[in-house]
């Protein structure tokens, strides 16, 4: 249901840029059940459960797991 969400309201994009969602399952098979906002093309701020939120790298284990990248979508007269 949250990649439909994200698929729904959002802008599906190549790669990782600062502003961009990201959305991630935890194993192959598993529904998207976690997102993050990219800070850079390689850190991300994101929350684990039950601890802080923080900003971490963008590991080679988070890459295997991540299903999409998304941008907020662009409105004309916005700034």
Do not use: N
Not at 28 to 36: C, N, R, S, T, Y
Request: glycine share 8%; charged share 20%.
């Amino acid at each position: 249901m949250l990649l439909k969400a994200l698929r729904r309201h959002m802008e599906p994009v190549y790669g990782i840029s600062a502003g961009r969602v990201l959305a991630f399952r935890f194993s192959q098979g598993l529904p998207v059940k976690h997102v993050a906002i990219a800070t850079s093309g390689s850190t991300m701020i994101h929350a684990y459960h039950e601890r802080a939120v923080m900003e971490v790298d963008i590991s080679p284990s988070w890459m295997r797991q991540m299903v999409g990248a998304f941008e907020f979508p662009r409105h004309e007269g916005l700034i």
